[in-house]
């Protein structure tokens, strides 16, 4: 039996300050499962926990498109992204989009760790924290908003 946890929550600021609550680390801390699980298991998995935690999900960013962020609460944008690596610049910019236009003003960016993608994910090229967070840095000074990224890893029991 395996399950999942926020295994960067050591880096990262106030819980509360980048729009988690311990509700939300206690739930995903929570999930179990054995065997392979798919990004689509995971995601919805997430997502739940999430909502079940007041974000809305499914926000759509424009009327006359239909762009949509994985989730909203209060002033935080959500993305849950377990995709391709080359398609996360997509998703900063829709975030970004909603910053520029007031909706939000930071935001939340869930992506498995390494060792997760390499043992149950078998998705290839995905995003990955290790890899993301190290890109991003480069380019911090460029996102006019405050990106709090969470790495979700894997503990076998």
Do not use: W
């Not at 990004?39 to 762009?67: A, M």
């Not at 398609?87 to 760790?113: D, H, Q, R, W």
């Amino acid at each position: 039996m395996n399950r999942i946890s926020i295994s960067n929550i050591e880096d990262l600021r106030t819980i509360s300050d980048i729009g988690l609550d311990n509700n939300i680390v206690r739930d995903i801390d929570n999930v179990k499962f054995s065997g392979v699980i798919t990004s689509r298991s995971l995601r919805e998995t997430l997502l739940d926990i999430f909502c079940n935690n007041g974000y809305v999900k499914g926000f759509k960013i424009c009327d006359n498109h239909n762009l949509r962020i994985t989730g909203i609460k209060d002033n935080i944008g959500l993305s849950i992204f377990l995709g391709h690596y080359a398609a996360v610049y997509y998703e900063v910019t829709k975030l970004l989009y909603l910053k520029n236009k007031g909706i939000i003003t930071k935001a939340i960016f869930v992506l498995p760790s390494k060792n997760l993608h390499k043992n149950f994910l078998k998705n290839a090229n995905m995003a990955t924290y290790e890899r993301i967070s190290n890109q991003m840095s480069l380019f911090k000074n460029q996102f006019n908003i405050d990106i709090e990224f969470i790495c979700i890893d894997i503990k076998q029991q």
